[in-house]
């Protein structure tokens, strides 16, 4: 066992179990909590891959500000912090068997599936520098086109939250 792999099962278990935190919870404040952990150690799995910049781009972009943004979100709109079960059982037993039987078929075709390596000299190395010269010139339309659509976005959340909190 190296640390590698050590380090993979970690991630790969904080990142699964934060996804199932963050669907159980009842408390919106908990799910962003279990959703920033996740992005957290996905940019782990990330880095683990020697994708290094987009590990950071993770970290910076997701964890750090989605996560911010959503507990904006929650401290602009009215939201009930009562943490009352759902009270549907059988249907939680059921997502759950049906989420093990799909866990397991992943697995078994995972399992079987013959792999292939890349033939040499496939993989190049990106660098930073060539990724900011490549977005900032050719992809500069949709890179413009994106930070506008999120800006009109949280000044539609934040007009939206100020509706509501009028009506009172």
């Given at each position: 066992m190296t640390g590698e792999?050590?380090?993979?099962?970690?991630?790969?278990l904080l990142t699964i179990g934060?996804?199932?935190?963050?669907?159980?919870f009842t408390r919106v404040v908990h799910m962003v909590i279990?959703?920033?952990i996740t992005?957290?150690?996905?940019?782990?799995?990330?880095?683990?891959?020697?994708?290094e910049f987009i590990g950071v781009a993770q970290v910076l972009v997701y964890s750090g500000a989605i996560s911010i943004l959503m507990l904006f979100g929650i401290m602009l709109t009215k939201h009930d912090a009562s943490d009352e079960g759902t009270g549907r059982s059988w249907k939680n037993i059921f997502s759950l068997v049906f989420v093990a039987g799909l866990f397991g078929l992943m697995f078994?075709?995972?399992?079987?599936?013959?792999?292939?390596a890349p033939p040499e000299g496939a993989a190049q190395a990106v660098s930073v520098k060539q990724l900011g010269v490549e977005i900032f010139t050719k992809y500069v339309i949709p890179f413009?086109?994106?930070s506008v659509l999120l800006l009109v976005a949280l000044v539609g959340a934040i007009i939206m939250a100020k509706k509501e909190g009028d009506s009172e």
């Open positions: 792999f050590l380090a993979f099962f970690i991630l790969s934060g996804a199932v935190f963050m669907i159980s279990s959703l920033g992005f957290i150690s996905i940019a782990g799995l990330f880095i683990l891959l020697d994708a078994w075709g995972i399992q079987k599936t013959t792999w292939t413009e086109l994106a």
